[in-house]
């Protein structure tokens, strides 16, 4: 093979590897389908399952953005069948988490850590996942999508003042697409943690300060800290101070409940090192925001 050949063949490929990162979709996400509690043998229906979410989550474009391969959205969300109702229809749990890198560091901060404790979906083995944003036309592929744009809305929220509402929009229609539907946790009264109560708080301009707080926290304060670690723990302060306003404006939402939770460990360490006045005011807010988690929040002024 001659020099002309080998240039040809190298750039066909480069081009190839361009194409590849320049089409990339939004999200690297983990998926895993297991069924531990589930009597029987038919386990491939499973794993089956899982390549075709699998394939649904990260092959489809899910905004009109274009994303580098490293830019993509980190996320898991790990799906636990508790129960077979029939040859389609299954029962479960849906345990998920959001990632969002922090800039000039190797750290990636959980934005968002949730249990879905009342899944019910339809899956037929070997059939393509159909999913559409004007129609109710699968349970599966419904809930996963609605996860994915609150992902998107939450993810857009941290570079942008309420950048994630046209994601959150979304999220929201595929709740009003399912209010006719059989499967829990669409409904506003089913009860007070559901997904139908997950994106009304987002969207409740009652509540905006608790977005305009992941705003702060993240892209003003998360993203600074290596330029500046006390100014950033004083923006998160701030970011606290907003999420405090929303609590006081009404209490137990569960948007805030997922919010503290998945934030919790994350606060200790960054109000365990800085001023006193610092870290006596972040528990301060935090025992008052956030009083579940006290024990680990007393490690902030352990040392004062």
Known sequence: MNFYMYKKIFSTVIFVLLSVIASAQEFNCSISVSSPQVQGTDKDVYDKMQKAL???VNNRKWTNYTFKVEERIECTLQINITERVSTDEFKGTLNIALRRPVFNASYNSTLFNHIDKDIQINYIESQALDFSDNAYTSSLTSLVAYYLYFFLGME???YSPKGGTIYFDKAQNIVN?????NEKGWKSYENQKNRYWLVENALNSAYGDMRMAMYKYHRLGLDAMYDNVDVSRSVILDALELLKKTNNEKSGLILMTT????????LVNIFSTGSATDKTRAYNILKEI?????SKYSKITANN
């Open 177 to 181: 697409l399912a209010q006719s539907a």
């Open 156 to 158: 857009f929220d941290t």
């Open 259 to 266: 919010i503290m939770y998945s934030k919790a460990d994350e």
């Open 290 to 294: 956030d009083p579940g988690n006290l």
């Open 54 to 56: 699998y394939e649904f």
